[in-house]
Each structure stands twice: as C-alpha cells, then as structure tokens.
C-alpha cells in the first residue's frame, strides 16, 4: 500500500464524503476534489505517497499522490463491504449512523465514525460538555470557552415578520456558565430542529447574553431566532445570567464559587473600593443585604469587604451554599490557570482544595492564604452557629404566626455559618 501519512484523516474524509452523499453520490474524481482540502497534513501525504508509488521524479506532484491514497482507500472500504455502486457513483451500504473499524494491510485498526457521531464530536467542540454524574469538563476546553468561536450568524425575525442576517459574538458575561451534558445539548438540538427556537436569545452589549447554545443550533440548523435586547447595567445582567442559568446545571461546589467569583467579584471589589473611598461604610448601607446576610448577624469584620458583597450578591442571585470566606478562598484561584481548569473540568471539587492547589501552583506560603483562621475563629464561628439554632428553638415557642419572616431569615443563615465551620475546619486541618 502506497498511502502515507494521515491514513485515519484521509479514511474518515472519504468514508463521510460517500456516506453524507445521499441523492446525489459522488465519483471518484469528485472525490480528488473535495477531500484534500479536508485534510490538514495534505500536501505532505501527497508528497510521500507520489515518490512511494511512481518514484522521486512524482515527488512534486501531490495531486497524484492524492489519487493514489483515495483509490486506496476506496479500494479498501469497497473489500470490507462499506462502499457500494460504481467509480462514478459511490455508495454507502452501511447505516449512517454508528462506528465501525477497518482493518488496515499493515494490521492496524482504525475507526469511521458515521453521521450521528461527527455531528456530536462537533457540537461538543464547539460548545463543551459537562459530565452527567458528577458535572466535569468532556474532553478538552470547547470553542466556546477558549475564544476560538467565529461570530454566529443567525436569521434574526424582525417586528414586522421580515427576516435579517445579522452576526453575533458571545458576551463574555455568557461564558461564566457551564456547557451543558451531552443528553441536554441533544434534546436541545432535536427540539430546534423538529420545531424552531421558541426562547428568544437575549443580547447585551450587541453581544448574546443568553442562549448561546441556541445560537449555535440556529445557525447550524438554519432555523429563524427572536432577539430581544437586554437593557440595564453590567451587574444587572450579572444577575440576569445568574438567575437564568444556575438552576439549569449541576455544579461542584468549587464549580458554584468559581461561577459566582466571575459574575460577581469584580463588581463587589469596586463596590467595596468605592464605598471605603467615600466613607461610606456602615453596617453594608451601600446595598441591600440579602435573606442570608441579616443586619443582625452582621459585625465590623463585614463592613465594606469585597467577599460579604460578593456571597450576598449570590445569594440574591439564586447561587446556594455560597459564603464570604469561600469567596474569598476561590479568589486564590484567579493567576493559576491549571487550577481553574481543574475545577472546570471536576476534578477538583473543594473550594478548599483549589485554594491550597492554587497556592502550589503560584508557590505562595499558607499564610498569604488562610489568614486569621485559627483556634478561636474555629471555635467563634461554631458559637455564631449555635446561637443561631437556639434562637430558632426560642422563636418557635411563640405563637403561630408570629414574625415567621425572621424564623425564616434564621433558618436561611444556619447553612452559611455552618459552611463558615466547616472552611475553617478544612483550613485547621482538623476535617478532611
């Protein structure tokens, strides 16, 4: 066998040119025409193959080097019952969907994907997945998430019905959310295709906000999209993000506060900036506190920091279980790459454990990173929890009825003070 080089590229290219054929088959020299430009190490293969086959003088010519590892192949697949028909009309004789291996004259196996499986590899380069179970990354960091996405184009139904092709860009505010698992992408994708988008993609800035996942589908699928343009302030749509999107996906709760940093950190850093400059820091008067942060449980270790806004602005947002020092923990996180990667893609799952890798990896001490989390805050903390367990025992003595708003408030406070024990635990050490 003369073919060299890519042998798995130039299989695959040529299996799904004749496969995705349908009506319309192509020849053999169709083939010479479309396939190369598919290839990626083509004019080397062709190189190769034409020296290996009609000697050094055919080097130079990889347009017939090309020739030879098509009909090759085609020779091939037509011997192990894939290919069917005539050189002017190929056909498929398998199912279109599947995976099969093909044995290769030097021993090897390799894999031809079918049609249902290209178009999932694709989709999940392009927007990522997530795993079902346990809500890490699949396979390396999709177009989506590295930038390398071009601008969507989209049919964009107008007020009065027409339709315009207008192109658009992600907002980066859009990738703060995970992908989706492979089983909602699909269901996604089917429902577009068997009925249209029915949600409008929300844009901000000129940039999608929201549905970047129908988006895409749109595009490919070429099917018609509503706009509706997202109005207000970069925390506003913030918040908008937060409140569609977090409820739709399983998150690890390194995953929760790495999300929650990127929609809120910077926002609560210049708040806190802007408050402390203009003296204006008192008991958190600069904003609204949320049912979790009540004035009462608030002290002067509170006022004016970053971290407090941040987690109150989770909370308001929908994001659970999110508290100051495990904001303040996951910002160790940001100038380490490999560590947000981790959390990314699940295998760090601990807020404390992408603190202490973030550490490692930047090599900073233990002491620019946990400071003050010592015996007496382990033991002030737990104090704070159980205060607040007896003031709901007493609450709930009194009459039914009675002020069941701040019963409420209490009870919403208890897992963010008990998360509060259980960082400073982790950070002594003492728990696991």
């Known amino acids: 066998m003369f073919t060299s080089g890519d042998r798995a590229s130039w299989l695959n290219s040529i299996a799904s040119k004749i496969m995705d054929g349908g009506d319309n088959p192509p020849s053999i020299d169709r083939l010479n025409v479309i396939v190369p430009p598919t290839i990626v190490t083509k004019e080397n293969d062709g190189h190769v193959t034409a020296a290996a086959a009609f000697g050094e003088n055919a080097r130079n010519d990889v347009k017939r080097g090309w020739g030879v590892i098509i009909n090759e192949l085609i020779t091939l697949l037509r011997e192990q019952g894939f290919v069917g028909g005539n050189d002017q009309a190929l056909t498929w004789i398998k199912q279109v969907d599947g995976t099969w291996t093909v044995a290769m004259p030097d021993g090897r196996q390799m894999t031809v994907f079918g049609q249902r499986e290209r178009r999932m590899f694709r989709d999940r380069n392009i927007v990522g997945e997530r795993d ?131 929609l809120f950190g910077e926002q609560a850093m210049k708040e806190a900036a802007e408050a402390a400059q203009q003296g204006r820091i008192r008991g958190n008067q600069s904003r609204s506190p949320s049912p979790g942060f009540s004035p009462e449980t608030d002290s002067k270790n509170r006022n004016g920091e970053w971290n407090y806004r941040a987690a109150a602005m989770a909370t308001e947002a929908g994001i659970i279980g999110i508290t100051p020092e495990g904001m303040k923990a996951i910002r160790n996180v940001m100038g380490a790459p490999d560590t947000q990667s981790k959390i990314s893609n699940g295998e760090v799952r601990s807020v404390y454990e992408a603190a202490k890798k973030a550490r490692d990896e930047k090599a900073l001490p233990a002491s620019t990173q946990y400071e003050g989390v010592d015996a007496p805050t382990v033991n002030k903390r737990l104090g704070r929890c159980i205060g607040e367990l007896k003031r709901i025992l007493r609450d709930c003595e009194t009459p039914v009825g009675t002020d069941p708003v701040e019963i409420s408030a209490r009870l919403r406070e208890i897992p963010r003070l008990s998360g509060e024990v259980e960082l400073a635990l982790r950070y002594r050490k003492i728990i696991p």
């Not at 996405?149 to 192109?167: N, S």
């Open 132 to 262: 079902e179970v346990d809500g890490s990354r699949v396979g390396p960091p999709s177009q989506f998430e590295d930038g390398r996405i071009h601008p969507f184009e989209l049919q964009v139904i107008g007020a009065r019905g027409g339709i315009t092709q207008q192109k658009f860009e992600l907002h980066p505010l859009a990738l703060a959310i995970p992908p989706m698992t492979e089983a909602e992408r699909e269901t996604l994708r089917t429902s577009i295709e068997r009925d249209g988008v029915k949600v409008p993609i929300v844009v901000y800035q000129k940039k999608i906000l929201d549905g970047r996942n129908r988006g895409y589908f749109a595009s490919v699928l070429k099917k018609p999209v509503h706009i509706e343009e997202f109005k207000g302030t970069e925390e506003e749509a913030r918040r908008h993000v937060s409140i569609l999107n977090l409820h739709r996906r399983h998150l690890q709760p390194a995953q929760r506060y790495l999300v929650a940093y990127n």
